[in-house]
């Protein structure tokens, strides 16, 4: 999920009570929260590489000890940067149980990205296959909204206490934080339970006769009844809106379908780049294609994934998290990337 998510998320863990077993543990689980992210170092090397390596290693079981390790060195550096100032947490700091919450904070984000359909690879680098829950969209209001009011509700009521004389407490919010949590999980399991409806109302009929092989539904953003339906069969992709509450599947006839390329010699070159074997192993629902460049210069072909392209296709938009890859006329790779083509 995105960032602030994943922030939040870890200063809710803090404050629902873990803040009062060591000092800094609040900022040792924020940091751990969102720290897999620092593979976005990769794309430095380039699209290509981002996407290969993103939501790789440090997104995985064996990665976050190491995550962890490094949230907690630079939580030490801070400590004696405050240390050499005068400013020294009430409570002192317990290494050993601080590392445990980094470990905690690094496996929380990878629970927050797996329930998204984008997916981690929790197994690297034993295992390189993705997985996916499909229940939350990767930017979830109702989420967001929930944690924000676990942290900034006791600071409201903090000042109505204020106000009154009344006593104050070291360590407040724990009851809202846990609130929130506990609200969450709740969340988590109706969108299991709809997301798990949705998949069996799609893969209980049949597609302009052709059986599915494959059908998935994918979460949108604030209707946890309302489901971004794909199917494959044989022949075609097939993208299609699903209301898991009725149980109907594209009553308004919005679905878009589209029939798979044939296998040309261009779409084989093209699968065979670099861009082309990273892009196949992390798509679902791949779709391939392939056009002639103006003047017999060679060809463009434009991988995109059915997970995220039915708003795009249907407005003739280039889909979100597609790619490319330009052929010369001898099906030599010219030019690959992640993201649209200039002209």
């Not at 000890?65 to 400013?87: E, H, N, S, T």
């Not at 109702?142 to 009154?164: Q, T």
Request: glycine share 8%; charged share 20%.
């Amino acid at each position: 999920m995105e960032p602030v998510t994943h922030l939040l998320f870890g200063a809710c863990l803090s404050r629902a009570g873990l803040n009062r077993k060591t000092g800094l543990a609040t900022l040792t689980l924020v940091l751990a929260a969102e720290a897999p992210d620092m593979d976005a170092v990769s794309y430095l090397g380039g699209s290509v590489s981002g996407l290969q390596h993103h939501r790789g290693i440090t997104h995985s079981f064996f990665g976050a000890p190491f995550v962890a390790a490094l949230v907690v060195a630079g939580v030490y550096g801070i400590y004696r940067l405050m240390k050499a100032r005068g400013r020294v947490p009430r409570t002192p700091p317990n290494w050993k149980l601080l590392y445990l919450y980094a470990i905690f904070g690094c496996l929380t984000h990878i629970l927050l990205d797996f329930s998204n359909n984008y997916g981690v690879r929790p197994f690297e680098p034993f295992s390189y296959k993705w997985h996916s829950w499909d229940i939350f969209f990767i930017v979830d209001p109702v989420v967001v909204g929930l944690l924000a009011l676990g942290l900034v509700l006791p600071a409201f009521m903090s000042l109505i206490s204020d106000e009154i004389g009344a006593r104050k407490q070291q360590f407040r919010g724990r009851g809202a934080a846990i609130f929130a949590l506990v609200c969450i999980a709740a969340l988590a399991g109706l969108r299991d339970f709809e997301h798990r409806r949705a998949v069996n109302a799609l893969e209980s009929l049949s597609y302009h006769d052709e059986q599915p092989l494959h059908a998935s539904a994918f979460p949108t953003m604030m209707n946890p009844f309302s489901w971004h339906g794909v199917v494959e069969t044989r022949d075609f992709l097939e993208a299609l809106p699903v209301n898991s509450g009725s149980g109907e599947v594209d009553p308004d006839n919005l679905g878009i379908q589209r029939y798979k390329p044939e296998e040309t010699p261009v779409i084989i070159a093209a699968k065979k780049s670099r861009l082309g074997q990273v892009y196949l192993d992390w798509a679902e629902y791949p779709f391939v294609e392939s056009s002639r460049l103006p003047g017999d210069k060679g060809y463009t072909v434009q991988f995109a994934d059915w997970r995220f392209s039915r708003d795009a296709i249907a407005s003739g938009r280039t889909p979100p998290l597609a790619g490319y890859v330009v052929l010369g006329p001898d099906l030599q790779v010219q030019d690959m990337r992640i993201g649209v083509r200039s002209k």
